[in-house]
């Protein structure tokens, strides 16, 4: 399977919103409800921040938001802050016992 | 408290063998899934397979089939990925994941073994 595709690079100024896109296939984003988004700092482990399309792990603050359109599923971060800058991955469960990762999305705090 | 313990750490040549663990402490190993994430430098996140342990029942991604081989042994809560000739390619950081089955998500991360391959 082929990676989901996802934007490299996304910028905001604190406060502002910021939204990152990440598109699939009918097999994958479009064919379940079990998209993730993932945030990893220089150095670290990813962190799950979204599960099942929009939801929060316990934990994530609530400026953390996501959604799905078709085959594509979508991050947004609301009043951006210094500590979102990041790497951001989606995720997606494409049947069988497979998942597929995104490209990753480097978020500038500007 | 939960959570995976990676080993540490690898320097290999071309054509070794190599064998790294992921260690689930805090919850019962047999009944999460235990995913296999790679990361090349400077690269994103590529997902190499899943292991269930309470039944060793595996899938390998067709991109890591043949190239890998993911284990676990219940006894001690560990999982496995293992190599049996290593390529400079191999050069990454490999992370593995418990999955939450009905999310689908991966929500609890070991810290990353570094495989570095070089003669």
């Known amino acids: 399977q082929s990676a989901l595709t996802q934007p490299p690079s996304a910028s905001g100024s604190p406060g502002q919103s910021v939204t990152i896109s990440c598109t699939g296939t009918?097999?994958?984003?479009?064919?379940?409800?079990?998209v993730s988004w993932y945030q990893q700092h220089p150095g670290k482990a990813p962190k799950l921040m979204i599960y099942?399309?929009?939801k929060r792990p316990s934990g994530v603050p609530d400026r953390f938001s996501g959604s799905k359109s078709g085959n594509a599923a979508f991050l947004t971060v609301s009043g951006l802050q210094a500590e979102d800058e990041a790497d951001y991955y989606c995720?997606?469960?494409?049947?069988?016992?497979?998942?597929?990762f995104g490209g990753g999305t480097q978020l500038t705090v500007l | 408290e939960v959570q995976l313990v990676q080993s540490g750490a690898e320097v290999k040549k071309p054509g070794e063998s190599l064998k790294i663990s992921c260690k689930g402490s805090?919850?019962?190993?047999?009944?999460?899934?235990i995913g296999w994430v790679r990361q090349m430098p400077g690269k994103g996140l590529e997902w190499m397979g899943i292991?269930?342990?309470?039944?060793?029942?595996?899938k390998h991604s067709p991109s890591f089939q043949g190239q890998v081989t993911i284990s676990a042994d219940k006894s001690i809560s560990t999982a496995y990925l293992q190599w049996s000739s290593l390529k400079a390619s191999d050069t990454a950081m490999y992370y593995c994941?418990?999955?939450?089955?009905?999310?689908?998500?991966?929500?609890?991360w070991g810290q990353g073994t570094m495989v570095t391959v070089s003669s």
């Open positions: 995720s997606s469960y494409a049947g069988g016992n497979n998942w597929v």
């Open positions: 009918s097999s994958d984003v479009g064919g379940y409800n079990y």
């Open positions: 292991i269930y342990p309470g039944d060793s029942d595996t």
């Open positions: 805090g919850y019962s190993f047999t009944s999460y899934w």
């Open positions: 994941a418990r999955c939450h089955r009905g999310k689908e998500s991966f929500e609890i």
């Open positions: 099942g399309v929009s």
